[in-house]
């Protein structure tokens, strides 16, 4: 079959998206919708169902796309089921334990990991899938050790090359970065060698309408450490629809030569934008609540590509 016919087709098949009742996994499935695409849209139980359908989200004309299913994240042969089917598979790895009092745990970032190689693996195994979008964070990229200096003093740029360090992150109890960290070297390692086209998206903390509200123990967990990256320049956000955006082009590029990390962001949190980005993010209310002190910090500032640029991918040689 012919390059351009084989795209065409794959066009035409469904893709899955994961964590479906999550903020960024709901967006995506609707960005999805509205390129057109049909999207398998993977729940871990009938609560989530059910919340999904309170928020009416299969309702509207976009409605005869999605294809709400239940799955557990846990098991092959039901990951297998849920994948089988679509060219490709939306893996956000939206993981949140209530019961911890940053909405994230040690436990959990364990289990995300986990879980994060057992979703390549389906994919790997599912004959029908061809590609995987895994969805990271800008934290498992910034928090690196630095022997001998109390702050770094020398601006040193981030880019898909960097890597935080498990241990600092375990340290320091940066349990939502270790989380990142472990499960986006977990989906490299189960796709390296396999016939897996996998890209990775780290984004900065994510915004958007309402997302405080619906998600306070997540942008919690994301600013464990804030202090120390709103210092270092590195306390960036950016909107849940351009990060939506950019999974999906990134996904398409996939069909020519995009792979590999790719950082997404749209704005560094600089002292002089700190009243007009808190008002946006409800950043100033969290960093409140955070300890701050540290004789580590992140990496000095952020370069690579930002959400609006990530039409322009190509293959990053980042990967672990």
């Given at each position: ?52 359908g ?23 042969s039901?990951l ?8 490709g ?62 702050r770094r ?23 939502l ?19 897996l ?13 309402g ?22 320049g590195?306390?960036?956000t ?17 069909g ?7 950082i997404?962001f749209d ?17 100033a209310?969290?960093?409140?609540i ?14 690579t590509t930002?959400?609006?640029?990530c039409?322009?991918?190509?293959t ?5």
């Amino acid at each position: 079959m012919e390059a351009g016919v084989a795209e065409r087709v794959e066009r035409r098949m469904p893709v899955c998206v994961t964590s479906g009742v999550s903020y960024i996994g709901w967006a995506i499935a609707d960005r999805l919708m509205r390129r057109g695409y049909t999207v398998r849209l993977v729940v871990e139980t009938g609560d989530d169902l059910a919340m999904l359908g309170e928020t009416g989200a299969f309702e509207g004309t976009e409605a005869s796309r999605i294809f709400p299913v239940v799955a557990n994240m846990m098991e092959m042969s039901s990951l297998c089921e849920a994948f089988d089917g679509c060219a490709g598979v939306f893996h956000t790895s939206a993981f949140l334990d209530t019961a911890g009092i940053s909405g994230y745990t040690k436990h959990m970032a364990e289990k995300e990991a986990s879980v994060a190689g057992k979703v390549v693996e389906a994919c790997v195994l599912t004959s029908s899938v061809r590609t995987c979008v895994f969805t990271s964070s800008l934290l498992a990229c910034i928090w690196r050790q630095y022997p001998g200096l109390a702050r770094r003093s020398v601006s040193t740029l981030v880019d898909e090359s960097c890597w935080s360090d498990e241990n600092l992150c375990t340290d320091k109890k940066l349990w939502l970065a270790l989380g990142k960290t472990m499960a986006e070297k977990a989906v490299w390692r189960a796709a390296r060698g396999k016939d897996l086209k996998l890209a990775t998206l780290c984004p900065a903390l994510i915004t958007g309408p309402g997302f405080c509200a619906r998600n306070p123990t997540s942008t919690i967990a994301y600013l464990k450490g804030g202090r120390e990256m709103y210092a270092e320049g590195l306390l960036a956000t950016t909107d849940v629809s351009r990060v939506a955006e950019a999974h999906v082009r990134v996904y398409e590029a996939m069909g020519g030569s995009a792979a590999g990390r790719y950082i997404c962001f749209d704005t560094s949190c600089a002292a002089n934008a700190m009243p007009r980005n808190s008002a946006e993010a409800g950043l100033a209310e969290h960093l409140s609540i955070i300890e701050g002190g540290s004789d580590v910090a992140p990496h000095s500032s952020c370069r690579t590509t930002s959400s609006a640029d990530c039409c322009q991918v190509g293959t990053a040689s980042s990967r672990t």
